[in-house]
C-alpha cells in the first residue's frame, strides 16, 4: 500500500459488460474481503435480471465475496481514496464466470505450456458534450487535428488532467493524442504481464470517462457512435516469452523475423476469428464498425503492418516482436477480449496451424480472403457457440453466462423500434 492515510478504498471488479462495479470501504473497515450479489451478472444494460447460466437470478440471488489484497491498493484520482481490483470467490473457489478469473485461466495455461505472455492495448474514444436536448453531440474541438496535442484538440486540459491521475494510480500510460477523426483520442498502455496491462486498462477506462464528468463532458469507448466517423478500436498487443525472457515471436533467421511459433499464433486467431469476435465485439453497435473500410478486423487476414488487417505485425523486431489484434472494440470488456485472443493464440500453437498468405492488397476495398467478421451480434454468437475449442479453452461457463446476457440483448434491439424505421417508412406507409 503506499500510501497508509488513505480515508477509503474502492473496492473493484469488472462485470461481464466489463463494468467496474464495486463498493467503498472506510480503511477501518478494510479486511480483504466483501461480499456482493452474484446476480450481478445476470443484470442487463437495462438493468432487468435476466436467468443467465451463473447468476442464480431463480435461485436466491446469492452472495459471491470479492477478495483483495491490501498490498495491491494504489492511489487513485479521488482524493483519500485507494483503489484496488478484486478477484471474485464463491464458495472459496474462483467464480468461473469472472472475466478477470478468465484471463487468469489463460495466464496459468500458457504458464502450463511453458510461455509468458505480454500484453500492449491502444484505445480509442471519442468526447461528447451536452447537445442542450437531453443528448449527447460531439466536443466542439475546432482546431484538432490526427496526432495534436495541447489546447486546441484539448480546450480543457483534459488530457493534461488524465496524464496526471494515471500517473499518480500507478497506470503506465505510454502516450496519448488525438486521432483521425474530430473529437477521437488514442491512450497507449505500457507492455505489461497479461493481468497487470488489463488491470491497467480496465482502470484507464474508468478514469478517463470519470475526468470527463468533471467537465461535464462524456468520454465514450462505444465501438462506432457516429455513421459518419471511424470506429474506437480496443487493439491488443500480444508476445510470448519463453520462463528465461527468451522473445518467442523472433527468428533473426527468418526472412521476415518471425517465428514458426508467432506464425502458428496468427493461424490460431484466423482459424477462430468469427467466434472471437462475438468476445471482441460484443454490442450490437459493434457490428457498424466491423465493416470493410473501418481500418478494423473486418476480414479474416493478416499483414505485415498492415491497419486493414485483422492482425497487423509491426515492423518492430527481436523484443518489439508482436501480434496486433485490430478485432477488439472499445466496448468490449478487455479482460474477456484479452483471454480469448491468448487462448486463441495458444490453440494455433498447439495445433500447428499454418495462417493463409499474408495480406498485400490494400485491405479495404479487396482483400485475400472471403472469410469476415460475421454480420451481426447474433451471427456471431452463432459462431462462438458451434467453436468448442475456443469455449473450452476460454471457459464454458463464462461463455454460457455470456451468450445468454447477449442472446437477450439482442432479443430487445430486434424487438425495438429505431428512429430511422420511423424516418425511412412512416411517411410512405
Excluded at 26 to 37: C, F, H, T
Amino acid at each position: 500500500m503506499t500510501n497508509p492515510e488513505y480515508d477509503r478504498l474502492r473496492v473493484l471488479y469488472p462485470d461481464m459488460f466489463g463494468f467496474a462495479r464495486g463498493k467503498y470501504i472506510p480503511m477501518a473497515a478494510a479486511n480483504g474481503a466483501v461480499s456482493y450479489s452474484i446476480a450481478i451478472f445476470g443484470v442487463g444494460y437495462d438493468r432487468a435480471l435476466i436467468p443467465a447460466p451463473g447468476a442464480d437470478v431463480l435461485d436466491g440471488l446469492g452472495d459471491m465475496r470479492a477478495v483483495y489484497d491490501l498490498e495491491q491498493v494504489r492511489d487513485s484520482w479521488q482524493e483519500g481514496t485507494g483503489v484496488v481490483i478484486a478477484d471474485l470467490l464463491q464458495g472459496g473457489e474462483p467464480l468461473a464466470i469472472s472475466p478477470r478469473h478468465a484471463l487468469t485461466k489463460a495466464v496459468s495455461d500458457l504458464e502450463a505450456s511453458g510461455y509468458r505472455a505480454r500484453v500492449g492495448v491502444e484505445l480509442e474514444a471519442y468526447v461528447l458534450q451536452p447537445d442542450g436536448n437531453g443528448g449527447w453531440e460531439p466536443w466542439d474541438t475546432p482546431g484538432s487535428y490526427c496526432y495534436g496535442t495541447g489546447p486546441l484538440v484539448d480546450p480543457v486540459g483534459l488530457l493534461d488532467e488524465i496524464m496526471a491521475a494515471a500517473e499518480s494510480t500507478g497506470i503506465g500510460l505510454e502516450t496519448i493524442a488525438s486521432e483521425y477523426d474530430t473529437p477521437q483520442f488514442e491512450v497507449t498502455i505500457e507492455h505489461k504481464e497479461p493481468l497487470e496491462a488489463i488491470d491497467n486498462t480496465f482502470l484507464l477506462k474508468l478514469l478517463c470517462r470519470e475526468m470527463a464528468a468533471r467537465h461535464g463532458l462524456l468520454w465514450t469507448f462505444l465501438g462506432r457512435p457516429f455513421g459518419d466517423r471511424g470506429g474506437n478500436g480496443l487493439h491488443v498487443n500480444i508476445s510470448f516469452q519463453d520462463d528465461g525472457g527468451e522473445h518467442l515471436f523472433c527468428d533473426p533467421q527468418a526472412e521476415d523475423g518471425l517465428s514458426e511459433m508467432a506464425r502458428q499464433g496468427i493461424g490460431g486467431m484466423l482459424e477462430h476469428h468469427e467466434a472471437v469476435t462475438a468476445l471482441c465485439a460484443p454490442t450490437v453497435n459493434a457490428y457498424k464498425r466491423l465493416i470493410p473500410g473501418q481500418l478494423s478486423g473486418y476480414w479474416a487476414n493478416w499483414g505485415y503492418d498492415h491497419r486493414a488487417a485483422a492482425i497487423r505485425v509491426p515492423s518492430d523486431r527481436g523484443a518489439g516482436t508482436r501480434l496486433e489484434s485490430r478485432v477488439p472494440d472499445g466496448a468490449a470488456n478487455p479482460y474477456v477480449a484479452t483471454a480469448a485472443l491468448l487462448q486463441a493464440t495458444l490453440l494455433g500453437i498447439r495445433d500447428e496451424v499454418a495462417p493463409p498468405p499474408c495480406e498485400e492488397g490494400d485491405g479495404l476495398e479487396t482483400a485475400n480472403t472471403e472469410r469476415c467478421a460475421p454480420a451481426n451480434l447474433s451471427l456471431a454468437l452463432d459462431a462462438l457457440e458451434a467453436d468448442d475449442a475456443l469455449i473450452e479453452a476460454v471457459g464454458s461457463e463464462l461463455v454460457a453466462n455470456f451468450v445468454a446476457m447477449k442472446r437477450e440483448e439482442w432479443r430487445r434491439f430486434s424487438q425495438a423500434v429505431t428512429d430511422w424505421e420511423l424516418n425511412e417508412y412512416l411517411t410512405y406507409h
